[in-house]
């Protein structure tokens, strides 16, 4: 076995409305790689994808990491001024595992996924259909629904159609739903766009506000609930491993923007205090969702728990969530025996397994 270092190709940023969440999770996975063995194991090379798309190489990339925030104007060289990725930077060639720590559009939804398949090289993470079909909420709840997994009442909705006949929606939505119902808009993340509706005026406001950031809208029934998250690993050639359930508690009606990045005003709890038979159930859901739409690598999956009835609902999928270090995803894991340094360890050998070239087996799913 030589002992190169593996090179590693981190990439944060990107052209999402989490870019600034990625930075942070991306300074926590180069700590992870830099502390104990994973010194010796891996070298890693940064790049970093601005708002606009555009990629650039260690030199800016080393800099937003170690300031933690998103280049100013004046951080960024002026060329190329196209947005959008026009190629890799120097030092790209050289990578043997690409993770790209990027959250929302343009980088948990399959598109990165897509080019470093086209490539033939290994990426940590879910492959194209996963991402693609954990990002949009629509099409993750046609998923988890043919897999028969609970759900709480929704319907899926288009701009189109709201424009084209907001009455004939707003009755249907009214007469399957009721009040309270959340409007989502199903390609965003982080709450943006997403708002609760208690009477008519709300819900028209709240389709408007939706469909004028997507296309694509989801409108759910409101349900009064604790909100648990499992973290799921794994996949592939390999068995999906489900962690200890976390509870996250806000002081707030729901978990919109503002409650899920101000300080202090959520915690999480960990492992979740709820009976041992609903973390089970949980757990195993969670496994389900992952399979139901493909995802591998990491996955955090999200439930709503009615304690009163013990029902227990899938709320959502992430394929890649949140791994700053106050992140649920790593802090599960941390509290089921399994430390930062090695997971991320063992994200980037499931990577090497799994994104095999073609005519070993095919990159996977
Ligand atoms: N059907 C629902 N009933 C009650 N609360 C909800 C419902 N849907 C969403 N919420 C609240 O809104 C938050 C964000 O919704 P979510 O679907 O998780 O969007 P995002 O993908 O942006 O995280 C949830 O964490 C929860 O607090
Ligand atoms: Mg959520």
Redesign the pocket.
């Known amino acids: 076995m030589s002992t190169t270092p593996t090179r590693v190709g981190l990439i944060f940023g990107g052209a999402s409305g989490e870019h600034a969440v990625s930075i942070r999770s991306a300074a926590t996975v180069a700590s992870a790689l830099a502390a104990g063995g994973n010194g010796s194991r891996y070298g890693v090379s940064c790049f970093y994808i601005d708002t606009q798309g555009r990629w650039w190489g260690p030199e800016v990339a080393d800099a937003v990491l170690a300031q933690g925030t998103p280049a100013g104007p004046g951080q960024l060289p002026s060329s190329p001024a196209k947005p959008g990725f026009s190629g890799f930077p120097a030092g790209a060639e050289a990578i043997d595992v690409w993770l790209p720590v990027l959250h929302g559009p343009n980088g948990e939804d399959g598109t990165i996924q897509g080019l470093f398949t086209l490539m033939q090289v290994p990426f940590v993470g879910s492959g194209v259909l996963g991402s693609a079909v954990g990002m949009d909420?629509q099409a993750m709840k046609a998923a988890f629904a043919a897999a028969g997994l609970p759900q709480?009442p929704y319907i899926c909705a288009s701009a189109r159609e709201l424009r084209a006949n907001p009455t004939d929606l707003i009755t249907k939505l009214e007469a399957l739903l009721g009040y309270p119902c959340?409007i989502?808009p199903a390609n965003?993340?982080?709450?943006?766009g997403?708002s609760?509706a208690s009477d008519r005026q709300g819900l028209m406001a709240g389709l408007e506000a939706a469909a004028a950031l997507d296309p694509r809208l989801v409108i759910?029934?409101?349900?009064?609930?604790r909100?648990l998250e499992c973290a799921v690993r794994g996949g592939g050639h390999q068995p999906l491993l489900a962690s200890v359930l976390g509870e996250?508690c806000f002081d707030a009606d729901?978990?919109?923007y503002d409650t899920k990045y101000s300080d202090g005003k959520s915690h999480t709890v960990i492992p979740a205090v709820v009976p041992a038979e609903v973390t089970e159930r949980a757990r195993t859901m969670a496994i389900q969702a992952c399979e139901a739409v493909g995802a591998m690598g990491l996955s955090r999956v999200?439930f709503?728990y009615a304690e009163a009835s013990g029902e227990l609902w899938l709320?959502?999928i992430?394929t890649f969530p949140g791994f700053t270090s106050q992140s649920m995803y790593p802090m599960l894991w941390a509290a089921t025996g399994l430390p930062l340094e090695t997971l991320v360890h063992e994200l980037i050998e499931g990577a090497r397994e799994w994104h095999k070239p073609a005519e070993k087996g095919g990159p996977g799913a």
């Open positions: 909420k709480v959340f989502k965003l993340g982080s709450s943006v997403i609760k759910e029934r409101g349900v009064t609930a909100e996250i729901w978990y919109d999200d709503f709320n959502e992430n």
